[in-house]
């Protein structure tokens, strides 16, 4: 697995939940998942990715902690999956795809608008071809979540 | 005194109208608008002091916004900040061509924010 091209994509994830939420959260051990894979998680936020690499970056929650941090942004306890959420979800991967490309500059890429997945157990549609997808965990003293990421010529095994 | 905050995100549009309200502006010096569009429909009818704007919006993105705006010579000396999550140099650099008066990344802090609007305020002509 090329780490080099991950790491970017973990500052990215530490930066946003620091300066956003002052959460620290850990990146736990990558692992390579499968395109037909079904989420255990309950909203994910995607950006499609354009220009020297084609792909996705997809960021997934449980609802507790999708509604927790949102309740931190707009000050106010949630306890539905209303349109605050998706709002905070799809900033959120998209404040994470653009930070990274920082550390991925000799790539010149572009970020689609964010779009929503929700529904326990729901599934992403990954570009097709053989583009090795590697999802990082994160712990947080306020829960679990993912970041995925499947960029073809940056993503490697 | 009028500040426009164009994003399509309703709640960093309520982030950066809160950190601007910490930092004493009024209430009623915000504006806002979801996309380009809107925000250029604003800029016709009203006189804007300082314009913040995203650049990843539907309908008319912030960096098309602001061609647009410099090519019209009734704008063309508006304070722009793009606030956005675009982090590369090339963004930055394609944005500054574009005209804005200066770039600040996502997420918003309340030092950075202040910094910008001071320094491209200052810079006004009088």
Known sequence: ?157 | MRILIVDDSRIMRNIVKNTLKSLRYPEDVFLEAPDGQVAWQILEAQEITLLLVDWNMPTLNGLELVKKLRANAKHQKLPIIMITSEAAKYNVIEAVKAGVSDYLVKPVTEKGLEEKIRRVLDRRPS
């Open chain 1, 1 to 157: 697995m090329n780490i080099r091209y991950i790491t970017p994509f973990i500052e990215a994830v530490e930066g946003a939940f620091d300066q956003m939420f002052q959460l620290q959260p850990q990146a736990l051990t990558p692992y390579l998942v499968k395109k037909e894979e079904i989420l255990d998680w309950d909203i994910s936020g995607i950006i499609g990715i354009a220009g020297e690499a084609r792909g996705l970056v997809v960021l997934s929650f449980p609802a507790d902690l999708a509604q927790e941090l949102t309740a931190v942004l707009t000050g106010q306890a949630k306890d539905t999956m209303d349109e605050d959420v998706t709002d905070t979800v799809g900033e959120l991967v998209n404040i994470i795809a653009g930070n990274a490309k920082k550390g991925l500059e000799e790539f010149r890429l572009l970020i689609s608008l964010p779009s929503i997945v929700q529904g326990h157990h729901h599934q992403v549609t990954w570009p097709s071809g053989p583009v090795p997808i590697i999802t990082i965990p994160f712990s947080t003293s306020r829960g679990h979540f993912s970041l995925s990421v499947g960029l073809e010529n940056i993503i490697t095994t």
